[in-house]
């Protein structure tokens, strides 16, 4: 099924060089004939385009195509159905034609053979052509971000889906070699024979309920080291009421990433935060009204620090998360709606982002001492992308932004995803 969605992407591409090369000087400086379609941004433009990026939140944009023939407009992205539209042409007169499209949001996915995230971008191409003449121009259009690493944790299958159930969940000494394969991990308190880091069926959960912490520590990507801006995403909810069940596996075993420090270094600071948008109250589960602590902070090594307007260069920032709503009819399968978080993080010459760049989440306390109230935190959808600004295709070239400002679209901070509005995309 999936090689048939691409057959009519692939059928484009293949025929682009034949038609590119009956094109007029805008496209092929080489080609000798008079015969042209060229699109540009604006009414006004002066200057043709190659491409354009789409805002993740969807709705519509109007580019303007001049030529000298008729065309046929058409859309392929390889995806069925297609994530954009083409809602009108309009003849504006003198060889100008103005073609409306309208697009999905990032939050309305297509089927997909392979998890992706929320930003994750995606691609198609907007072909104008003249069969007749063997004439044509492939208009790019892009939607979203470049995915440095991630994953949505559909590889972990352990329990239940009810959060607060504890049957079932593992401990990260416990996964599979394939789970950890992954590359999500999980460090190991001195004085103690495990991390803190639980399996759930979909997502994972940091903490014990002696109100010990953990963190989980996302894979390195040598990738970084080609960037200077990352947006990372992920979603988070504290436990709402008391845990059902008792998990009663060994818990010694081998230490998991002793090299990790317990705190940030860099030499940075850590920035506070509070929810952006009101947090998820709910009502607490079963007989209990017991409800956790809602701390979680994002750790930053290695290189690159928290982007925020004041430069501050804090290499932490702290999160009050809000609770899972259980009186939701959907509950548990909508437990992250609403719950998204974005952070910014930067590199400079002062600190550049490295291949040696680590990003963690902690949940609580992790120095090994049972805290007086319990500070579980559930974690899913775990997300790193690549924002390209200002980027010159060569030295002399005028600089573009390639990629939507989804920091300036945020309130120019890091916090609650306010962009997608914070939906859940559940698997």
């Given at each position: 099924?999936?090689?048939?969605r691409?057959?009519?992407?692939?059928?484009?591409?293949?025929?682009?060089?034949l038609l590119?090369?009956?094109?007029?000087?805008n496209m092929?400086?080489?080609?000798?004939?008079?015969?042209?379609?060229?699109?540009y941004?604006?009414?006004?433009?002066?200057?043709?385009s190659?491409?354009?990026?789409?805002?993740?939140a969807g709705?519509?944009?109007?580019?303007?195509v001049?030529?000298?023939?008729?065309?046929?407009a058409?859309?392929?992205?390889?995806?069925?159905p297609?994530?954009?539209?083409?809602?009108?042409?309009?003849?504006?007169?003198?060889?100008?034609?103005a073609?409306?499209?309208?697009?999905?949001?990032?939050?309305?996915?297509?089927?997909?053979?392979?998890?992706?995230?929320?930003?994750?971008?995606?691609?198609?191409?907007?072909?104008?052509?003249?069969?007749?003449?063997?004439?044509?121009k492939?208009?790019?259009?892009?939607q979203?971000?470049t995915?440095?690493?991630?994953?949505?944790?559909?590889?972990?299958t352990?329990?239940?889906?009810?959060?607060?159930?504890?049957?079932?969940?593992?401990?990260y000494?416990d996964?599979?070699?394939?789970?950890?394969?992954?590359?999500y991990?999980?460090?190991?308190?001195?004085?103690?024979?495990?991390?803190?880091?639980?399996?759930?069926k979909?997502?994972v959960?940091?903490?014990n309920?002696?109100?010990v912490?953990?963190?989980?520590?996302?894979?390195?990507s040598?990738?970084?080291?080609?960037?200077?801006?990352?947006?990372?995403s992920?979603?988070?909810?504290a436990?709402?009421g008391?845990?059902?069940?008792d998990f009663?596996?060994?818990t010694?075993?081998?230490v998991?990433?002793?090299?990790?420090?317990?705190?940030?270094?860099?030499?940075?600071?850590?920035e506070?935060i509070?929810?952006?948008?009101?947090?998820?109250?709910g009502?607490?589960?079963?007989?209990?009204?017991?409800?956790?602590?809602?701390?979680?902070r994002?750790?930053i090594?290695?290189?690159?620090?928290?982007?925020?307007?004041?430069?501050?260069?804090?290499?932490?920032?702290e999160f009050?998360?809000?609770?899972?709503?259980t009186?939701?009819?959907?509950?548990?399968s909508?437990?992250?709606?609403?719950?998204r978080?974005?952070v910014?993080?930067?590199?400079?010459?002062?600190s550049?982002?490295?291949?040696?760049?680590s990003?963690?989440?902690?949940?609580?306390?992790i120095?090994?001492?049972p805290?007086?109230a319990?500070?579980?935190?559930?974690?899913?959808?775990?997300?790193?992308?690549?924002m390209?600004?200002?980027?010159?295709?060569?030295?002399?070239s005028?600089?573009?932004?390639m990629?939507e400002d989804?920091?300036?679209?945020?309130?120019?901070?890091?916090g609650?995803?306010?962009?997608?509005?914070?939906?859940?995309?559940?698997?």
């Amino acid at each position: 099924m999936m090689n048939n969605r691409k057959k009519p992407l692939l059928t484009a591409l293949a025929l682009l060089p034949l038609l590119v090369a009956g094109c007029s000087g805008n496209m092929d400086k080489n080609a000798d004939r008079s015969e042209y379609i060229s699109v540009y941004l604006s009414e006004a433009a002066q200057d043709p385009s190659d491409e354009m990026w789409l805002p993740c939140a969807g709705g519509e944009v109007t580019i303007y195509v001049r030529s000298n023939v008729p065309f046929e407009a058409q859309w392929q992205d390889g995806k069925l159905p297609a994530w954009l539209r083409i809602k009108s042409t309009e003849d504006r007169g003198g060889g100008l034609t103005a073609v409306t499209v309208e697009f999905d949001p990032l939050t309305k996915r297509q089927t997909e053979l392979v998890s992706r995230g929320l930003y994750e971008r995606r691609d198609g191409v907007l072909m104008l052509t003249n069969s007749a003449m063997f004439l044509g121009k492939y208009f790019v259009m892009h939607q979203g971000l470049t995915k440095r690493s991630g994953t949505d944790f559909s590889f972990l299958t352990d329990g239940y889906d009810v959060p607060n159930k504890t049957i079932g969940e593992t401990l990260y000494k416990d996964w599979t070699s394939p789970q950890k394969a992954y590359g999500y991990s999980s460090t190991c308190i001195e004085g103690q024979e495990s991390a803190w880091c639980y399996a759930k069926k979909g997502y994972v959960r940091l903490g014990n309920n002696e109100g010990v912490g953990a963190d989980l520590v996302f894979p390195l990507s040598s990738a970084f080291a080609y960037d200077s801006l990352l947006v990372v995403s992920f979603a988070a909810v504290a436990q709402n009421g008391k845990a059902i069940g008792d998990f009663t596996g060994d818990t010694g075993g081998d230490v998991i990433n002793e090299d990790v420090p317990p705190t940030p270094g860099e030499g940075g600071g850590t920035e506070p935060i509070k929810p952006m948008l009101p947090a998820v109250t709910g009502e607490p589960s079963g007989d209990e009204t017991e409800m956790d602590n809602t701390r979680l902070r994002l750790e930053i090594t290695g290189g690159g620090f928290i982007r925020s307007q004041d430069g501050k260069r804090a290499t932490s920032i702290e999160f009050e998360v809000g609770y899972y709503n259980t009186a939701s009819p959907a509950y548990p399968s909508d437990m992250f709606e609403g719950a998204r978080y974005l952070v910014f993080i930067e590199g400079d010459s002062r600190s550049p982002l490295t291949a040696q760049t680590s990003i963690r989440l902690v949940s609580g306390d992790i120095s090994g001492i049972p805290g007086k109230a319990n500070n579980r935190i559930f974690i899913d959808d775990v997300y790193v992308y690549r924002m390209l600004m200002n980027y010159r295709r060569t030295q002399d070239s005028k600089p573009m932004a390639m990629d939507e400002d989804i920091y300036e679209l945020n309130g120019r901070t890091s916090g609650r995803d306010i962009v997608l509005g914070g939906g859940a995309v559940k698997k």
